[in-house]
Structure formats: C-alpha cells, structure tokens
C-alpha cells in the first residue's frame, strides 16, 4: 500500500509542472525531419519514423527506454560491484 | 576508423562515440560524487564533439535521467537517500522551476535576458564558494580548538540549526537524513533552489546540494543521494518535454549512459571513503570553475572556457577515482588481515 502511495506520489509529481497555469513553454519545438533513408537498422528505422510521425509516443518510449536502460544498468553495475569484495551496504557517516 | 564514428539518425551526423562514453563516464563520476546531474559539463563536451546543440540540451537531460537513477539505487544501498525528504522536496523544486522558467520568458521579452542570467548565475555561484570555504575554515578553526563536537562530528556552519527552531506545521522527521523540521521549510528551500534552476535554465543539483546542507541540515553523503533521487525525476519529466519538443537523439543519450552507468558507479561508491567535508571542498573547486567558464564566455573567450571545464573534469574524475582507489585498496587489506586472523574486519574511517 505505501509502495503503491509512493508511486502515485511520484507520477503526480512529474506529471504535476505540465498541468501548472504558471508553466509555460521554455523552449521551442524544433522542426526536423530525421532522414530515414540513411537508417538500416530496423530498430533505428522505426524510432526515426516514429520521431518524424508522432513526437508524443516517441516522447514516451523516449522516457521508458531510458528508465528501463538506467535500471538495467544499474543492476548489472551492482552485480558487478559487488564482486569486488567490498562492502557496499554500509558507510559511516564523518563530516569532518 | 569509421567504426569509431557512429550515425545519430535524427541529428543526422556522424559523432565519434568514444567521445560520448567519455563524457558520460565523467559526467557520471562527477555526478555520482557530488549528487547533481551535471548539465553544465556535458554542453561544452558535446560541442567539442560537433554535436548538433539544438539536440544538446534534451539529450542530456534524458541522459542524466538514467544516470541519476542508477546512482540513486547505489546510494540507496548505502542508506544516503532520504525518499520522503527528496519527495517532499520535489512539490517545491517543481513549482520553483516553473516560476523561474516564466521570469526568464518576462526579461526574454524585455530584450535582456542573455547578461542578466549569466551575471545572476555567477553570483549564485560566487555565494555557494564562499559558503562552502567559509564553512571548511569555521569547523578547521573548531576542530584545532578542540571545541565540542556534535553528533556528525565538528560542523562549521549550522544555519539549519536556526531554521529548525520555525515552528509552523506539520513537524516532520526525516529519519535517514535524521532532521526533525517544519514541513514548509524543505518545500519552500526547494521552492527557490527551483526558482533559480528554471531562471538559469539548469537543473538546480548545484543549488540543492549545498542547499540540503547548509539549510535543511541534512548529512552530506544524505544530501548527495537524495538530491540524485530528485535530479532523477525532474529529469525524466525533462526527458519527456524536450522528446516531445523533437529536441532529442537517443542513440547518444544510449551511448552517454553506457559511460556513465560504469562512472556513477565510481562516484557513488567513493563517497564511501570521503569525509563529508571532503565531498564539500572538491564540490566548491568544481563551483569555482564553472563560476570562471561563465565569466570567461560571457567575455567571448569561449575556447578558455571550454579548457577550464574540460580541465576541471578531468582533475575531479581523477581525484575522485584516486578516493576510489586508495580507500577500496584499504578496505580489502582490512579484510583480508581481519580474515587471516581470525577476527570481524571494521569498516575504514
């Protein structure tokens, strides 16, 4: 339950600038057409199309793709890390 | 050589990609050290790359999304992130950079915009240097004075101290950071730390950092890891915003979070082996050189700028890997003597 409170929280708190009156536009939509033609992976194909066709699904895989990334690296740094020996479960905790 | 030149297909070009896991393997010691997201080192590397600065800005923000994020799950693990802190934090840091955002729009309009964020952010920087040494020099004098320690040990400046006594409510207890506080007072903090980040165009880890420090009163190695986990959700709303504004190549942003997934790594794990005072000299040295890249290009001198930021990096990831090294290298001798004689090792100080 406090996991799923915590969730909404943070989903509230990303989506809660866009629904501001105060927030306005900081910076402007750039006009570009990602050349395809030079794209022979299918997997860049397809980002590229669906750069050039719908910025807003591209927006969200943009933003999934990373999540997912930056946590699937995460897990394996730590898997890798914690091959080292070294104990990286506790510091202390000295200012000065 | 073409194999060291990858194709980004929606900027178009051609970008030597060691180049990008180089500054992402920086950016990400750097960050994971210091708990901010390190937007303004990865512009000028990006430009010496001849990477389209149209694209800049968005890609690096997705790309310190991802690294944030797995510096914030090594923090995590060794207890320096304060997540009902960091949220708290987050309603204020919002709110503030959209505040911002619209009086950089006013002072857009009134034709003058340019000096004026340059000459505000030095300034801000210019105070977070003398807080910074003037803090060092205070707790040096109290330490050779053999004056009473508190609980973290001898601190120069103790602002938060003050701010704790406001009394308006909610109280909260913030356990991993061990601060009991008005709940208003992380919020409006953040509030302004964000007013400056959406004014200046940044991220705001550089105000929020010593901020978290020196006014809500949080640890330092608390501060860097909770102030990871915030950079990690305000940059994945930036992500978004920027990707549906066309002003992203995720083949870079890829690319940059392969070097920084190994860098923050780096990072997050030295602060292990640094004293809270340490994270904070080399957090104002690093302050300082951006404080002189700024002034130097608002002069024009854009190449001597590049060469102090540059220059800086490299002597912070240095510095930084040298804490790594020396203190991991104690740890496992501790260990394995502990092992050889029989006994439970302890943790290096």
Same mark, same amino acid.
């Given at each position: 339950?406090?996991?799923?409170?915590?969730?909404?929280?943070?989903?509230?708190?990303?989506?809660?600038?866009?629904?501001?009156?105060?927030?306005?536009?900081?910076?402007?939509?750039?006009?570009?057409?990602? !050349?395809?033609?030079?794209?022979?992976?299918?997997?860049?194909?397809?980002?590229? !199309?669906?750069?050039?066709? !719908?910025?807003?699904?591209?927006a969200?895989w943009a933003v999934?793709?990373t999540?997912?990334?930056?946590?699937?690296?995460?897990?394996?740094?730590?898997?890798?890390?914690?091959?080292?020996?070294? !104990?990286?479960?506790?510091?202390?905790?000295?200012?000065? | 050589?073409?194999?060291?030149?990858?194709?980004?297909?929606? /900027?178009?070009?051609?970008?030597?990609?060691?180049?990008? @896991?180089?500054?992402?393997?920086?950016?990400?010691?750097?960050?994971?050290?210091?708990?901010?997201?390190?937007?303004?080192?990865?512009?000028? *590397?990006?430009?010496?790359?001849?990477?389209?600065?149209?694209?800049?800005?968005?890609?690096?923000? #997705?790309?310190? /999304? +991802?690294?944030?994020?797995?510096?914030?799950?090594?923090?995590?693990?060794?207890?320096?992130?304060?997540?009902?802190?960091?949220?708290?934090?987050?309603?204020?840091?919002?709110?503030?950079?959209? @505040?911002?955002?619209?009086?950089?729009?006013?002072?857009?309009?009134? *034709?003058? @915009?340019?000096?004026?964020?340059?000459?505000?952010?030095?300034?801000?920087?210019?105070?977070?240097?003398?807080?910074?040494?003037?803090?060092?020099?205070?707790?040096?004098?109290?330490?050779?004075?053999?004056?009473?320690? +508190?609980?973290?040990?001898?601190?120069?400046?103790?602002?938060?101290?003050?701010?704790?006594?406001?009394?308006?409510?909610?109280?909260?207890?913030?356990?991993?950071?061990?601060?009991?506080? =008005?709940?208003?007072?992380?919020?409006?903090?953040?509030?302004?730390? +964000?007013?400056?980040?959406?004014?200046? *165009?940044?991220?705001?880890?550089?105000?929020?950092?010593?901020?978290?420090?020196?006014?809500?009163?949080?640890?330092?190695?608390?501060?860097?890891?909770?102030?990871?986990?915030?950079?990690?959700?305000?940059?994945?709303?930036?992500a978004?915003?920027?990707s549906?504004?066309?002003?992203i190549?995720l083949?870079?942003?890829?690319?940059?979070?392969?070097?920084? #997934?190994?860098?923050?790594?780096?990072?997050?794990?030295?602060?292990?082996?640094?004293?809270?005072?340490?994270?904070?000299?080399?957090?104002?040295?690093?302050?300082?050189?951006?404080?002189?890249?700024?002034?130097?290009?608002?002069?024009?001198?854009?190449?001597?700028?590049?060469?102090?930021?540059? +220059?800086?990096?490299?002597?912070?990831?240095?510095?930084?890997? #040298?804490?790594?090294?020396?203190?991991?290298?104690?740890?496992?001798?501790?260990?394995?003597?502990?092992? =050889?004689?029989?006994?439970?090792?302890?943790?290096?100080?």
């Amino acid at each position: 339950m406090r996991r799923l409170i915590c969730c909404i929280w943070i989903s509230l708190s990303v989506l809660l600038p866009s629904l501001l009156w105060a927030g306005g536009e900081k910076t402007s939509t750039l006009v570009v057409v990602a !050349d395809t033609r030079r794209v022979s992976s299918g997997i860049l194909r397809y980002f590229a !199309d669906l750069y050039n066709t !719908d910025p807003w699904m591209f927006a969200v895989w943009a933003v999934v793709l990373t999540a997912v990334y930056g946590a699937f690296l995460g897990v394996v740094m730590d898997f890798i890390m914690t091959r080292t020996g070294l !104990d990286l479960k506790s510091r202390k905790l000295i200012e000065h | 050589m073409e194999w060291l030149y990858l194709y980004m297909p929606i /900027a178009g070009v051609n970008i030597f990609w060691p180049g990008l @896991v180089l500054i992402g393997f920086s950016v990400g010691t750097i960050g994971g050290f210091f708990g901010m997201g390190g937007a303004w080192m990865v512009t000028p *590397g990006l430009n010496i790359l001849g990477f389209p600065m149209a694209f800049a800005i968005g890609t690096d923000m #997705a790309h310190i /999304a +991802g690294k944030s994020m797995i510096s914030t799950m090594r923090h995590a693990k060794f207890g320096n992130v304060d997540y009902k802190l960091g949220l708290i934090m987050l309603i204020g840091t919002m709110g503030g950079i959209e @505040v911002g955002a619209q009086m950089v729009m006013h002072f857009e309009r009134l *034709g003058n @915009v340019g000096p004026v964020v340059r000459w505000t952010y030095v300034i801000f920087l210019a105070l977070i240097v003398w807080m910074v040494f003037y803090d060092y020099s205070k707790a040096r004098k109290k330490k050779s004075t053999h004056a009473a320690e +508190g609980e973290r040990g001898v601190e120069g400046v103790t602002w938060y101290k003050t701010l704790h006594r406001i009394n308006i409510p909610p109280m909260m207890h913030f356990k991993v950071a061990g601060i009991t506080c =008005s709940m208003w007072l992380p919020i409006l903090v953040s509030f302004l730390t +964000g007013v400056l980040a959406g004014f200046l *165009g940044i991220g705001g880890g550089l105000f929020r950092m010593p901020a978290l420090i020196y006014l809500i009163g949080a640890p330092t190695h608390v501060a860097v890891g909770t102030d990871l986990f915030e950079v990690m959700i305000s940059g994945l709303y930036g992500a978004f915003t920027y990707s549906l504004k066309g002003r992203i190549e995720l083949v870079a942003v890829f690319v940059m979070l392969t070097g920084a #997934a190994i860098g923050a790594q780096i990072g997050t794990v030295a602060t292990k082996y640094a004293k809270g005072y340490g994270i904070r000299v080399a957090f104002g040295m690093a302050v300082v050189a951006c404080m002189v890249s700024i002034i130097l290009k608002q002069f024009k001198f854009d190449d001597p700028a590049a060469v102090i930021i540059l +220059g800086a990096i490299g002597l912070l990831c240095l510095y930084i890997i #040298a804490i790594l090294w020396n203190g991991a290298k104690q740890e496992l001798r501790e260990k394995k003597l502990a092992l =050889s004689s029989g006994t439970t090792p302890q943790h290096p100080e």
